[in-house]
């Protein structure tokens, strides 16, 4: 017999979820309140970076979506009834871009706070009396050294054309902008520049000399205190006739966001830390090889352009990049050569970045034959290129080298300082809010992981015992490496790091 009463309490109980409006108009509302995310993320108990999801185009569920749509209608009311109240005066052409004009989805204004001492900023070096969530900044261009330092450095930029909107997320200024509070915000994406490219790191290691009157210690100090925001106006300034756009602040997903506030997302890099478990008997010469700008010739990769989208099925296109749900397959090979994967002790699927499954694809076709084809379950790619950041990288590669003929340790120090912090920044950081790409971020590193792994691919098969692999430049071998690779300091050159023994010799019987 049915029981009608556990259906009608069941009935009772069940509520429609309450409509929301489109993305955009959801921060309209919140802005035109003059409220920030921070402010409402505290009323509905959540995070501001769920707010700024929200008003990406995710959708909150259960009580938290009840209390949202209440403010949402609530605001819509509010602001509809202060229109009314007061009438509409016409916005003079030269206006002050507003909050919703300029706000990115990425950056908050609202962790500024003083300093008790004045602290470098993060953008130009200088002393700056207050700090941007956690970090010393000048809040106004007018102080910072940033403006200064453009002057002298970048070429001539011209007015950014607006860049285009991603679907289901709000419009952004054509260029970078001051809110209310005066911090800095950037535009979603960066666009072509159209100046003339010019030795922005030769002009930028003159003046830092001339500054420092020759100080060679002291202008190394003040270029790597600007390598990142310097690197963006390299970026810009070799992006100049490019077929693409670089979307510099999309929509990522979970995965790609850390867990914790001190914690880690869920990508895996493929970090390799092999050492071989058993060597033949005897005394062996071990030589610690060291890989020449490992992540200067990462830089060249298969890197998505625009927004990462879901699809799902054991299925690649290597037409597309991003980041994989895999199923590893096994691997044979660990007595003499690393596994492509890294070091990983728990079994089972995970996400792994695309050099790693093309590393995984080839290896395991009928070239190599070394492992079966990893299983794909899902995947978040766009639409990719590998050249998008090469002229960025032989610029900085011709200007390694030049430092290095004519041993030059200030520009090349400058340089390394460009190129690592460009790719350690890119994430989750407040050092560079000009560019939001954790998916590159793992990608490049990824990718310096491949190339070392290949190495020792190719030590193997010239012969060599490969001893060890660690981190993105680090080889250890034994035998005549010589013939296998060229020694120096270039980037497709290697360098003695250290030479030791390992083993007995024999003992005559």
Known sequence: MTNFDAIDALLAGARKEPP??????????????????????QALHVSPSTVGGWESGRDPSGEVREKYAYFLEGARTKLATAAAEEPAAEEPADAAPTEADQETGQDDVDDVEALPAPQPCVLCGQPASHQVAGFPQHLGPAECGTAEHTQTVEPARPERRAPQREPGRPASADGPGQTARGV????????????????????????????????VEAATAALVKRAIPNAMALLDATRKGGRYDIVAHPWLP??????????????????????????????HEVTALDINGAYLSALKTHLPLGQLEHTAGNHHDRRRAGVHLITPPVWEHDAYLPNPIGSRDEPGPLWVTEPTLRLLLRISGPKYGLCDPPEIHESWTSGATESLLEKFRVVLKDARERAIAEDDEVTLEYVKAMYSKFVSTMGESNYNRELYRTDWMHLIRSQAFVNLWWKAHRAYDEGLMVVRAMGTDELHVIGDWRAVFPEGRGVTEVKVKDVYTVGAPATPD
């Open 184 to 215: 800095k915000v950037v535009p979603v994406g960066r666009r072509l520049q159209t100046a003339d490219t010019q030795d922005l790191i030769g002009s930028a290691v003159t003046a830092a000399l001339a500054q420092h009157s020759g100080d």
């Open 254 to 283: 979970d995965i790609l966001r850390k867990q914790t506030a001190h914690g880690a997302d869920q990508i895996w890099e493929a970090r390799p830390k092999w050492s071989r478990s058993e060597l033949p008997p005897g005394e």
């Open 20 to 41: 929301l409006p489109p993305a955009e108009e959801r921060r309209a509302l919140r802005v035109g309140l003059s409220l920030s995310r921070a402010q409402l993320a």
